[in-house]
């Protein structure tokens, strides 16, 4: 059985997580519980596992190195076997701490019977690189939510981001370890929580998501996460995404086929919008999306 106390999860890769844990060991200094730090470095880089090293060094904190990449579903079930207290806090190696309390705003609510998320924000000035202006903006209008407004669809809502979840319920559930590339890895797991009838409760206690990503390098994850999603949807897994109903809604209509082919002579442009726009409009980036899932399922 595992011992009173919070297990703080983060995957490392290819990031400086220094400041992170910096900041969550503050904070645990003056928990009211035991608290350790779990680094795990996913073949990370030299460089950042040169910045990352140290970290093993500190009290409270172990720092690991993967000899190879395990992606983001099978590291994340390996950090969870390796923690040694009853409560998981999983989060994002790229996050930055907003909140002083915020690991007191977690503690005051958990129970053993329920996940709790917290919610995810961006920094509020746009960023001065444009190549980081798409994921900025598509953050800020597609991800940030209040609690309430998260509560009204708790389990579609739910993100892996930023999440605490009693040991006892996670080792039913895990991570989909199928997934070996990025994407939809939180939508299977809150399906799975909903499914197993387990509670969660949407609080507003976010990680800023400080990792922005080029634009080029944002399309290619969201290229990923949708062949992801479309392996779940052959295989039967998944078909409650926004995405998946209008495919369904367009394949009862027999549509399909000529937007496959009207998407595929527009997607050059749509790209270049999104790659090159100081206020890239989401509704191209949801053409977009749409023209590479039928693209993927007529495959």
């Known amino acids: ?66 000899p190879e990449n395990l992606g983001r579903s099978r590291i994340r079930n390996r950090l969870a076997a390796a923690a040694k207290y009853e409560y998981l806090l999983f989060m994002d190696g790229d996050s930055a701490v907003a909140h002083k309390d ?89 399906l799975e929580l909903r499914e197993k009838g387990f509670p969660i409760l949407h609080l507003d206690n976010p990680l800023i998501h400080a990792g922005l990503e080029p634009g080029d390098v944002f399309l290619r994850k969201s290229v990923q996460a949708i062949e992801n999603l479309a392996f779940l949807y052959r295989e039967g897994s998944l078909r409650e995404t926004r995405l998946l109903r209008a495919y369904e809604r367009l394949s009862c209509c027999k549509l399909t086929r000529p937007l496959t082919w009207g998407l595929h002579r527009l997607e050059p442009a749509l790209k270049q919008h999104l790659l090159n726009s100081s206020t890239p409009n989401l509704r191209a980036f949801d053409l977009y999306k749409l023209g590479v899932l039928l693209r993927c399922l007529k495959q």
Not at 27 to 50: N, T
Not at 185 to 190: A, K, R, S
């Open 1 to 66: 059985m595992a011992e009173s106390g919070l297990s703080i999860l983060i995957p490392v890769y290819n990031y400086d997580v220094r400041p992170l844990v910096t900041a969550l060991r503050q904070q645990a200094a003056a928990a009211f519980w035991p608290v350790e730090i779990l680094c795990w470095d996913d073949a990370s880089a030299p460089e950042f596992q040169r910045l990352n090293a140290p970290l093993g060094a500190l009290q409270q904190v172990t720092y690991c190195r993967m």
């Open 102 to 190: 915020y690991l007191e705003r977690y503690r005051a609510q958990c129970t053993p019977g329920r996940l709790l998320y917290g919610g995810r924000a961006y920094q509020p000035a746009l960023p001065d690189d444009p190549q980081l202006r798409l994921h900025w903006h598509y953050g800020r209008q597609r991800e940030v939510q209040t609690a309430s407004e998260r509560q009204k669809q708790p389990y579609h809502s739910f993100m892996t981001n930023n999440f605490l979840i009693p040991k006892a319920l996670f080792e039913p559930i895990q991570f989909d370890e199928r997934l070996l590339q990025y994407g939809h890895e939180d939508t299977l797991f809150g």
